[in-house]
């Protein structure tokens, strides 16, 4: 089961690519059927699926997400 977390998402979005090199809006991705998290905006409900893309060794490729409503 996803984690959820609550925050908005537009500063969530912003604090992942300052992290994270490869971050990748990808709607029909496989890796979204079973995401590591969901993210849903208080104020408006707005939900958006985050999931972690890695190797076999364990090494974080990129990071992927969908804005679900």
Same mark, same amino acid.
């Given at each position: 089961?996803? @984690?959820? /977390?609550r925050k908005d998402i537009n500063k969530f979005v912003k604090? &992942?690519?300052?992290?994270? @090199? =490869? #971050?990748?809006?990808?709607?029909s991705s496989k890796y979204l059927d079973n995401p590591d998290? /969901?993210? /849903? =905006?208080?104020? +408006?409900?707005?939900?958006?699926?985050? @999931?972690? #893309?890695? &190797?076999? =060794?364990?090494? +974080? #490729? @990129? /990071? #992927?997400? =969908?804005? &679900?409503?």
């Open positions: 089961m996803a @984690s959820v /977390i604090e &992942l690519k300052k992290h994270y @090199s =490869d #971050v990748w809006k990808m709607p998290f /969901i993210v /849903i =905006d208080p104020k +408006t409900g707005k939900k958006v699926k985050v @999931s972690f #893309v890695a &190797l076999d =060794d364990g090494e +974080t #490729v @990129s /990071i #992927v997400y =969908d804005e &679900l409503s």
